[in-house]
C-alpha cells in the first residue's frame, strides 16, 4: 500500500509560458525519459541532468520501493524492467483520467487567488466536456484579463447547468451535416431554445478510432466492434462523443457490445490504447498523436460554445471573449492542435442556421408538419 500526497506551487506565469495541467512527479519524469531516449545518458540530457543524478535517483527509487526499475546489463542499453514499464504505464494511465479533475481543481485554485490579487479581472464560468483546446483558450485569455472558469461535465449536465444559471457558457458538439432526425437532434432538440440561446463558434476537428501504432488488430471502421476478441474503450452516456459515437453507431446498423472499460476523456481513452488495456477508443485526433497512435477519421464536429442572447447582449467581458476566439492568435493555436480547424470562430450564431432540427405543426392542418421556417434565434 502506497500513499499519495500532493502539493501545488503558487508563482507568477509569463504571457507565453505554458504549463502542464497533469501533475508531476519526478520518478516518473526519469522513467519516461529512459523509456524514450533508451539510455541513461540520452535521457539525462534529455532533462537537463547530469549522468551521475539521474542513476543515483533510480537507484535510491529501486531501493525506496523494493523493486527493479532498470535493467542494468553491461555493454547493453539501459531498459525499463517489465516493474518499471508497469509502472510508468499505471501513472499514465491514471493522470489521463484524472486530468479533467486536477485541470478543474487548479482553476478553482487560481480563480480564488486571481481574485485575492487583482478584482478589476472579469470572470466568466463554462461548463464542458473535456476539449483538447479549451485549456489553451483559457491561457490565451488571461493574458487579455479573462479568466475563464472551466468545470469539465458531461455536456448534458453543461447545459442544464447554462440554463439554471451556474455558467455563463457550455459546450456543445455536433457533426458537420447532422440530420434532422439524427440522434444528435433528438437528444439536443427539447434542450435548446431558438431565440434564448446563442451559438458561438469555437474550433471544428476531427473524431475516430484511436488504434495501436501499425493498426495490428487490422481495425477498419465502427463495424470492427463486432470482433469478439477486441476490446473497446467506452465513454460515459451524456458525453458529447459519447452521443456522437452512438449516431455513427446508429447509421451503421452496428449495436456496440459490452466495452472492456469506461473511460472519462479523450487523453484517458488513449492512453488505455497506449498502455495496451484495450485495441481501440473512439476520440480526438488531438488525443491519439500525442500518445502515438494511429488514427483513422470517421466524423468532423463542430464544437460552439453555447450562451443566453440576454447575457450575450448585457457582459462586456463575454463580447471580450467572442472577440477574441475571432482573433488570429486564436487561429494560430488551434492550427498547433492535430485535427482541429478554425471554423467560424467568434461568429455569433443562431441554432435555426446551425442545427436545422425544428419544424412546426400547421394549426389549419392538425397532424401534419408546417414547412415554414421556425422563428431565427
Same mark, same amino acid.
Given at each position: 500500500?502506497?500513499?499519495?500526497?500532493?502539493?501545488?506551487?503558487? #508563482?507568477?506565469?509569463?504571457?507565453?509560458?505554458? #504549463?502542464?495541467?497533469?501533475?508531476?512527479?519526478?520518478?516518473?519524469?526519469?522513467?519516461?525519459?529512459?523509456?524514450?531516449?533508451?539510455?541513461?545518458?540520452?535521457?539525462?540530457?534529455?532533462?537537463?541532468?547530469?549522468?551521475?543524478?539521474?542513476?543515483?535517483?533510480?537507484?535510491?527509487?529501486?531501493?525506496?520501493?523494493?523493486?527493479?526499475?532498470?535493467?542494468?546489463?553491461?555493454?547493453?542499453?539501459?531498459?525499463?524492467?517489465?516493474?518499471?514499464?508497469?509502472?510508468?504505464?499505471?501513472?499514465?494511465?491514471?493522470?489521463?483520467?484524472?486530468?479533467?479533475?486536477?485541470?478543474?481543481?487548479?482553476?478553482?485554485?487560481?480563480?480564488?487567488?486571481?481574485?485575492?490579487?487583482?478584482?478589476?479581472?472579469?470572470?466568466?464560468?463554462?461548463?464542458?466536456?473535456?476539449?483538447?483546446?479549451?485549456?489553451?483558450?483559457?491561457?490565451?485569455?488571461?493574458?487579455?484579463?479573462?479568466?475563464?472558469?472551466?468545470?469539465?461535465?458531461?455536456?448534458?449536465?453543461?447545459?442544464?447547468?447554462?440554463?439554471?444559471?451556474?455558467?455563463?457558457?457550455?459546450?456543445?458538439?455536433?457533426?458537420?451535416?447532422?440530420?434532422?432526425?439524427?440522434?444528435?437532434?433528438?437528444?439536443?432538440?427539447?434542450?435548446?431554445?431558438?431565440?434564448?440561446?446563442?451559438?458561438?463558434?469555437?474550433?471544428?476537428?476531427?473524431?475516430?478510432?484511436?488504434?495501436?501504432?501499425?493498426?495490428?488488430?487490422?481495425?477498419?471502421?465502427?463495424?470492427?466492434?463486432?470482433?469478439?476478441?477486441?476490446?473497446?474503450?467506452?465513454?460515459?452516456?451524456?458525453?458529447?462523443?459519447?452521443?456522437?459515437?452512438?449516431?455513427?453507431?446508429?447509421?451503421?446498423?452496428?449495436?456496440?457490445?459490452?466495452?472492456?472499460?469506461?473511460?472519462?476523456?479523450?487523453?484517458?481513452?488513449?492512453?488505455?490504447?497506449?498502455?495496451?488495456?484495450?485495441?481501440?477508443?473512439?476520440?480526438?485526433?488531438?488525443?491519439?498523436?500525442?500518445?502515438?497512435?494511429?488514427?483513422?477519421?470517421?466524423?468532423?464536429?463542430?464544437?460552439?460554445?453555447?450562451?443566453?442572447?440576454?447575457?450575450?447582449?448585457?457582459?462586456?467581458?463575454?463580447?471580450?471573449?467572442?472577440?477574441?476566439?475571432?482573433?488570429?492568435?486564436?487561429?494560430?493555436?488551434?492550427?498547433?492542435?492535430?485535427?482541429?480547424?478554425?471554423?467560424?470562430?467568434?461568429?455569433?450564431?443562431?441554432?435555426?442556421?446551425?442545427?436545422?432540427?425544428?419544424?412546426? #405543426?400547421?394549426?389549419?392542418?392538425?397532424?401534419?408538419?408546417?414547412?415554414?421556417?421556425?422563428?431565427?434565434?
Amino acid at each position: 500500500m502506497h500513499r499519495i500526497d500532493l502539493t501545488y506551487a503558487l #508563482r507568477s506565469t509569463l504571457p507565453d509560458e505554458r #504549463r502542464p495541467t497533469a501533475l508531476h512527479h519526478p520518478l516518473f519524469a526519469l522513467l519516461d525519459a529512459l523509456h524514450r531516449h533508451g539510455s541513461i545518458r540520452a535521457a539525462a540530457q534529455a532533462l537537463g541532468l547530469s549522468y551521475r543524478h539521474v542513476w543515483g535517483e533510480l537507484k535510491r527509487w529501486e531501493g525506496e520501493l523494493g523493486r527493479e526499475l532498470v535493467l542494468w546489463a553491461k555493454g547493453q542499453r539501459a531498459a525499463l524492467s517489465p516493474f518499471g514499464e508497469k509502472l510508468l504505464w499505471a501513472e499514465r494511465r491514471a493522470q489521463a483520467r484524472l486530468a479533467p479533475q486536477v485541470e478543474a481543481l487548479r482553476m478553482e485554485l487560481e480563480r480564488a487567488f486571481d481574485v485575492a490579487f487583482d478584482d478589476r479581472i472579469d470572470v466568466m464560468t463554462l461548463c464542458a466536456s473535456h476539449d483538447q483546446a479549451l485549456p489553451l483558450l483559457r491561457e490565451l485569455a488571461r493574458e487579455q484579463g479573462l479568466h475563464l472558469d472551466l468545470n469539465f461535465m458531461d455536456s448534458l449536465d453543461a447545459l442544464r447547468a447554462l440554463d439554471a444559471g451556474q455558467c455563463t457558457m457550455a459546450g456543445i458538439q455536433v457533426r458537420d451535416g447532422v440530420a434532422r432526425a439524427s440522434v444528435s437532434a433528438r437528444i439536443y432538440r427539447p434542450r435548446l431554445k431558438p431565440g434564448h440561446h446563442k451559438l458561438i463558434g469555437f474550433a471544428q476537428r476531427t473524431q475516430g478510432l484511436m488504434v495501436a501504432p501499425g493498426n495490428p488488430r487490422r481495425i477498419a471502421g465502427l463495424s470492427d466492434m463486432l470482433r469478439p476478441e477486441l476490446r473497446w474503450v467506452g465513454r460515459a452516456e451524456g458525453t458529447g462523443t459519447r452521443i456522437l459515437l452512438d449516431e455513427l453507431l446508429a447509421e451503421a446498423g452496428v449495436h456496440p457490445p459490452q466495452p472492456a472499460l469506461t473511460e472519462p476523456s479523450h487523453v484517458a481513452a488513449a492512453q488505455a490504447v497506449a498502455s495496451g488495456c484495450a485495441d481501440a477508443a473512439f476520440g480526438l485526433e488531438a488525443a491519439a498523436r500525442p500518445a502515438g497512435l494511429d488514427f483513422i477519421p470517421l466524423a468532423r464536429e463542430r464544437y460552439f460554445l453555447l450562451t443566453l442572447k440576454s447575457t450575450l447582449d448585457s457582459s462586456p467581458a463575454l463580447r471580450r471573449l467572442v472577440g477574441l476566439l475571432g482573433s488570429t492568435a486564436w487561429a494560430q493555436v488551434l492550427a498547433g492542435l492535430p485535427g482541429y480547424a478554425a471554423t467560424e470562430p467568434g461568429a455569433v450564431l443562431a441554432l435555426t442556421r446551425v442545427l436545422p432540427w425544428w419544424s412546426y #405543426r400547421n394549426p389549419s392542418r392538425p397532424g401534419t408538419e408546417g414547412v415554414a421556417a421556425p422563428p431565427q434565434a
